[in-house]
């Protein structure tokens, strides 16, 4: 520890440059000396490794860091927070061979470079990647430094004055204690004091008396010299001399002891080599400025760093400035300035340079002022840069995945919001309108599953080229995910400018997409909601792009529909549905209805399809058309879809006990329920094996759209109910999108004839070719047919001409409750 001579002892103090760089580098960093003890250590090291200053003041040996780590778990089970190759020389408390490098991982899970590499005059200096700016307790020793610097230069300690004439000596009292005598015991001659001076010394007085031709008047040395008890001194002596007839004659000087400061000289210059060594191991550049002549020092490190040689160590420091990236110039001279300006501790700017090859190099450059002159102003400031160019690149290619489509490289939804918010703003600032735009493709799913995921993807980048074609370049298009896009038409006058961007888009993305050597055709539906009249706030504008998006949708799709405040309350209704059918089932609310499926040739009712109702406790009886697609879309047809199974596998239960042994109920079940299945539901098969029951006592009713699944899950299921005697039915038959090769893949029974083509079905009508057409190919194929929609006698009769095995609709019966259709069957 450093501490101030007394009084008129002052001796101009020296900067520790080194120590300060010490705590800008991005390590951390500890000396052992040649007997294994800490005798230097930065506080990044506490922070990297949660040492106390408190355990590293008292020179503990490595050994004990070791030990301390240990039992505080630092390297874990075994070391196993350790590099393999490492772990025995950490279990052995440092005895062991020491590695020079290993990797480590702290108990907050930082990983640390470990670093360790021999100093020449024995111990070791060990550095820990990743240190902070100079240690707080470094800015209260350079104070006491400057302090140091200001005493030694104003006090002038001790009086010599020799006359060579007349052979006489007189020193101050000052002088007396410098050579460790008194006044009393001691009478300086020109030659008694001669024992003072070492050889080396007295030759550099001689020498300044032998000077004749020039007879300096002025002399100023610092010289090692011997008190009277043996003791070795550095005395700095500065005075005048006399000359006569080309002689010295009497030569008067200050002297001052400057042992201290030679002392510290000599440990900073060994210290010097050490911390050089270090700032080596940690790859770290030194920059060292001399801020009012600009001149600037850069270490090979650093030239190295830039891809020049070491052959030019100097620069101004407008030289390295000018090649430092236009964007990234003034703040880096308003940081620079600041710290200047003692606004700040430290400087630490972060910019790019450009190399000698052109390229550019993200650099952390850290510094520190360490010396002022008396008015305050900065003298000379010194640093380093740290290559931060990899982390760069993982920022930024950390926010590219943020805030864009991997697929598409368009905005994502986390962009298109930032983007809103900004238009927004524009938009209130500047009086104008915008819109906002929610684009889903129609049918998109049905390609995805035919032509599998790859040709998806390439209709989705196209789909995203097409809109962008559409719109201007301060518009926005980006990807929500899967099939949905948004776009952002900002800057807008008025709403009409929409009139002629709506239609453009149905179109381009209505024409043909080539996707490799398939092609293929989609529509797009389009909800579109206007800024500030539909709504002033994000959220508001996303629903109703939302909610008017819903309404294109259910209109028939390929279509845009604006935003209204009826579509707001279509909404809230939808909600609301939304709420009461999640506490329907638990209420008790569902009924399920039956409604008899006859066998043409004879008549016999021997089958029915289960059909769902829902007895509101406000609303009365809800039409399943209102509240099955919100059950779809919310998830509940799963619990609702096995409620109704549980109550149609109980029906028939009962119905082949009384009524025909061979009876069999169809229920229908929702692609959801294949797709999300409940693990926590125990499979039908096995229900209705508890219960005695064949598989063939139930039909499952699927739709088309089922067939294209590609999912492995409904593949398996749909298989499964064919394996256990399960029969499958598919309804709507000729509305969707299958093929023969699903109907065979399948095996399904039974193809129900939709009610379109029998709702006109009379003689000589295309409707009636197309029944006949499609009984005769189900009959080849092995399957059975059921016409729904049957509500008059002609068109049972047609169907019954033409083959149909089964007939549903209302000429029989309505959908009734299970005790009405009981009495159907008694009649």
């Known amino acids: 520890m450093r501490t101030l001579p007394a009084p008129f002892d002052v001796a101009p103090a020296v900067y520790d440059p080194l120590d300060m760089v010490l705590e800008s580098i991005s390590q951390g960093v500890y000396l052992l000396d040649a007997s294994n003890h800490v005798t230097l250590y930065n506080n990044r090291l506490c922070e990297l490794l949660d040492l106390p200053r408190a355990f590293l003041d008292t020179m503990p040996t490595l050994e004990e860091i070791n030990a301390y780590q240990m039992q505080r778990g630092d390297f874990g089970p075994g070391a196993n927070l350790v590099d393999h190759h490492a772990r025995d020389y950490v279990l052995s408390g440092g005895k062991l061979s020491t590695p020079e490098r290993f990797l480590r991982v702290t108990r907050a899970g930082r990983t640390l470079e470990v670093i360790s590499r021999p100093v020449p005059d024995g111990g070791m200096v060990r550095t820990f990647a990743d240190v902070t700016n100079y240690v707080q307790t470094e800015a209260a020793r350079e104070k006491a430094n400057k302090l140091l610097y200001v005493t030694q230069e104003i006090a002038m300690v ?378 002033l706030e994000i959220e508001t504008l996303l629903k109703n792009a939302d909610q008017a998006l819903y309404v294109a949708k259910g209109a028939g799709r390929n279509r845009y529909s604006f935003f209204t405040p009826a579509l707001q309350e279509a909404a809230r209704m939808r909600a609301q549905l939304t709420h009461d059918l999640r506490a329907a089932l638990a209420r008790q609310e569902f009924r399920v209805f039956y409604q008899p499926i006859v066998e043409l040739a004879t008549g016999a009712i021997h089958k029915a399809e289960a059909l769902v109702r829902w007895q509101h406790p406000t609303r009365g009886l809800i039409s399943p058309a209102e509240f099955i697609p919100v059950a779809e879309s919310s998830g509940l047809i799963v619990d609702m879809g096995e409620w109704v199974f549980v109550q149609a596998a109980a029906q028939v239960q009962a119905w082949r006990a009384n009524l025909h042994p061979q009876f069999q109920i169809s229920v229908n079940k929702s692609p959801v329920q294949f797709e999300s299945p409940n693990p926590a539901h125990t499979p039908w098969i096995e229900q209705l094996q508890a219960r005695g029951l064949p598989g063939d006592c139930i039909v499952v009713e699927i739709t088309e759209g089922l067939l294209l699944s590609t999912s492995g899950g409904v593949v398996e299921q749909l298989l499964k109910l064919r394996d256990v005697g399960i029969n499958v039915s598919l309804d709507d038959f000729g509305t969707g999108y299958s093929s023969l090769s699903y109907l065979q893949r399948f095996d399904i029974d039974f193809v129900k004839i939709d009610q379109s083509f029998v709702r006109n079905l009379v003689a000589g009508s295309t409707d009636l070719v197309l029944c006949q057409a499609i009984i005769a190919m189900a009959h080849a194929l092995g399957m059975k047919v059921v016409a729904e929609g049957v509500e008059t006698a002609d068109q049972r009769d047609l169907l019954t001409a033409a083959g149909c095995d089964f007939a549903q609709g209302y000429l029989y019966s309505r959908p009734v409750p299970a005790g009405e259709f009981e009495k159907l069957f008694g009649n």
């Open 158 to 535: 001790g009086g010599w004055e020799i006359d060579l004439r007349d052979d006489l000596v007189t020193w101050s009292d000052q002088v007396y204690q410098i050579f460790d005598t008194t006044p009393e015991s001691f009478t300086p001659t020109t030659s008694n004091t001669r024992q003072l001076f070492t050889p080396k010394s007295w030759a550099i007085v001689s020498a300044s008396y032998a000077e004749a031709n020039h007879q300096p008047k002025d002399h100023d040395f610092e010289i090692e010299m011997t008190t009277l008890k043996g003791r070795h001194i550095w005395v700095h002596s500065r005075g005048y001399t006399e000359w006569a007839n080309g002689r010295p004659a009497k030569r008067t000087a200050i002297v001052q002891d400057i042992t201290e400061r030679k002392k510290t000289e000599l440990a900073l210059f060994e210290s010097e080599a050490r911390w050089k060594l270090a700032l080596q191991s940690v790859g770290d550049g030194l920059w060292d400025l001399q801020v009012q002549s600009g001149e600037e020092y850069l270490s090979p490190q650093l030239l190295r760093m830039y891809g020049y040689s070491e052959t030019n160590v100097k620069f101004r420091v407008n030289e390295l400035d000018g090649r430092t990236h236009p964007d990234d110039v003034a703040r880096m001279h308003h940081d620079r300035q600041a710290h200047l300006d003692g606004l700040t501790p430290t400087y630490s700017n972060e910019h790019r340079i450009r190399c000698k090859d052109g390229s550019w190099k993200w650099v952390h450059s850290r510094g520190m002022v360490i010396s002022r002159d008396i008015r305050g102003l900065p003298l000379r400031m010194i640093g380093t840069h740290t290559d931060i160019t990899e982390r760069k690149q993982a920022e930024a290619q950390v926010w590219q995945q943020a805030h864009f489509d991997a697929l598409t490289g368009l905005p994502n939804r986390r962009m298109m919001q930032e983007r809103l918010t900004q238009e927004i703003k524009k938009c209130r600032r500047d009086g104008l309108q915008l819109a906002l735009l929610f684009i889903d493709l129609d049918h998109f799913k049905e390609v995805n599953d035919t032509l599998g995921h790859d040709r998806g993807d390439l209709l989705l980048l196209e789909a995203g080229r097409r809109i962008q074609i559409c719109l201007r370049e301060v518009d926005t298009v980006a990807r929500m995910g899967g099939d949905e896009f948004t776009v952002i038409i900002s800057e807008l006058a008025d709403a009409t400018h929409l009139q002629g961007i709506l239609p453009k888009l149905l179109q381009t993305l209505s024409a043909s997409f080539q996707l490799g050597l398939d092609q293929v055709f989609v529509s797009a539906s389009i909800g579109v909601t206007v800024y500030p009249y539909d709504g």
